[in-house]
């Protein structure tokens, strides 16, 4: 029953939605951004109406937990809980109502960048794990493996600065950013791995090409659309493809 | 009830490695619906207390820097999912408790919390949430050493509300939850409900049902004499509980030295 979305937890819900999720995960710099947009573009080709997001972005959140970043206000929990709001305000306005109508929805990043990280800064993983338990199991999630080399020099090179918090200095690994960076990217390789078998991740092998990655996402997702139908025609009014201008 | 041993009603905030001698304040929840007489009581307290020689933090719910903006600005549209707003007052509350709450219990403060989780929690009830989500979602709050509930009936509250403000709060009438769309109906339906949710409550976390339809100084009393009792039982208090004058008497004695 991979096809259809798995029981809604949480706020006593129990629901399946007619729509599609699909979720990238993995360490920056593991290619996971660059597969889903163009996972989006093929299925836009296709002709199904896609909605995508991504980690940290709502709206009403965005500018508190920046600011919040700069002063270094933020403790684990603090943190944790931030995020989890802003994933909250993009869950129930934007990706659960896509997926009630029946559309494609596309996540950069779900609620396992949270779990990898915030366990990694010392929150308690059952915490966490009800934290989120209102969210949706994706239909598919893919987990975007690399060494910690590769990804690490995806990033490293071109980039002079790496925030306090992406460079998890607020763990106090080390003094140094860069050095503290590729601690903590370490620790959350760890946390993905742990969680690949249990939350059922497709591992994607990030070190292979680009063109053959996106090969097998493709196919992997083809098997997952098979009975599925857009909700709405998108070839009878190609003005909602750029809707919203 | 809870275990007396215990700090956390949950799994609490394990990276910060908090013993129960660490914690040398007293932690003083004062909960209660809107208009039921809390902020009045707190600032008796604190008058009290300091009176007394005690250091006080009062905190309130929406006071955090972090988050208190985004919650009033998200309110003002009313676009909020009941997931966002029960989150974004937990983030706020969590942000209090760890940098100023545990602070001042460390140091030795009597902190005194106009509302605490509990109200955050009957709201989230009332709209529907697992009670079992809730429990552990505010697992990381610290368990008060006293919690008092000023229980009034809601036509007392409609009444109230309407002195204080001269019409009825969008929030506090529970308009998003749909009980009716009128708002007069709404306030008490919600309010009503906010009721039941508190009285089961009072009962699994020990609360001290205080009769909020008393006299203001009537209920001080009261509490005074809870508090007083809480103090004697810890500690030996370097001060005489029962003395409010000591204020002008330290300032004399500052004056002569």
């Known amino acids: 029953m991979l096809f259809y979305m798995k029981k809604v937890r949480g706020l006593g819900l129990k629901k399946n939605f007619s729509g599609r999720l699909y979720i990238v995960e993995g360490c920056d710099g593991s290619g996971k951004s660059t597969q889903v947009y163009l996972l989006k573009k093929w299925l836009e080709s296709q002709g199904y109406f896609v909605f995508f997001t991504e980690w940290n972005s709502s709206d009403l959140l965005k500018t508190y937990t920046k600011k919040a970043k700069r002063k270094n206000l933020l403790t684990p929990t603090t943190f944790s809980l931030i995020h989890a709001c802003d994933f909250a305000d993009r869950y129930e306005k934007l990706i659960q109502p896509h997926l009630r109508a029946g559309h494609i929805v596309l996540c950069d990043r779900y609620v396992y960048t949270a779990y990898a990280r915030d366990i990694a800064r010392g929150c308690d993983p059952e915490w966490l794990h009800n934290l989120y338990n209102f969210a949706v199991r994706p239909t598919t999630a893919f987990y975007f493996k690399a060494p910690l080399d590769i990804s690490l020099g995806r990033i490293l090179t071109g980039r002079s600065v790496i925030k306090y918090h992406e460079a998890g200095m607020d763990l106090g690994l080390s003094k140094d950013p860069v050095e503290s960076f590729k601690l903590f990217q370490g620790i959350i390789k760890e946390q993905y791995d742990n969680m690949a078998e249990e939350e059922g991740f497709i591992i994607m092998d990030a070190t292979k090409s680009i063109e053959q990655q996106q090969t097998e996402m493709r196919a992997i997702i083809e098997k997952t659309l098979v009975g599925y139908r857009s909700p709405i025609d998108l070839s009878r009014r190609p003005q909602l493809v750029c809707g919203g201008d | ?257």
């Not at chain 2, 809390?38 to 006071?63: C, F, I, N, P, Y």
């Not at chain 2, 966002?84 to 919390?113: C, F, H, M, R, W």
């Not at chain 2, 103090?231 to 004056?255: D, F, G, Q, W, Y």
Request: glycine share 8%; net charge neutral; charged share 25%.
């Open chain 2, 1 to 257: 009830m809870t275990d007396a041993n215990l700090l956390f009603y949950g799994i609490g905030l394990p990276y910060l490695k908090l013993s129960k001698k660490s914690v040398r304040g007293k932690l003083i929840v004062i909960e209660g619906a809107d208009c039921s007489g809390r902020s009045t009581q707190v600032t008796m307290l604190k008058e009290w207390l300091e009176a007394s020689g005690h250091a006080v933090l009062d905190t309130g719910l929406r006071r955090s820097g972090l988050v208190g903006e985004a919650i009033d600005e998200a309110k003002k549209g009313h676009t909020l999912g009941k997931n966002t707003l029960s989150l974004l007052y937990a983030t706020d509350l969590a942000d209090q408790l760890e940098n100023n709450i545990i602070p001042a219990l460390k140091a030795g403060y009597i902190v005194l919390a106009d509302r605490y989780i509990f109200t955050l929690m009957v709201r989230d009830l009332v709209r529907g949430a697992d009670r079992e989500w809730l429990k552990k979602l505010f697992g990381y709050a610290l368990i008060p050493d006293h919690i008092f509930y000023m229980s009034v009936d809601t036509d007392v509250l409609l009444h109230r509300a309407l002195l204080k403000y001269g019409h009825l709060d969008y929030w506090e009438s529970g308009m998003d939850v749909c009980l009716s769309s009128d708002m007069f109906d709404s306030f008490t339906k919600y309010q009503s409900q906010i009721k039941d949710k508190f009285d089961e409550l009072a009962q699994e976390y020990g609360f001290d049902v205080v009769d909020g339809s008393k006299s203001a100084e009537e209920i001080h009393l009261y509490m005074r004499d809870s508090i007083a009792l809480l103090l004697k039982s810890t500690e030996k208090s370097p001060l005489n509980m029962a003395v409010p004058k000591l204020a002008s008497a330290t300032i004399r004695t500052r004056k002569t030295k």
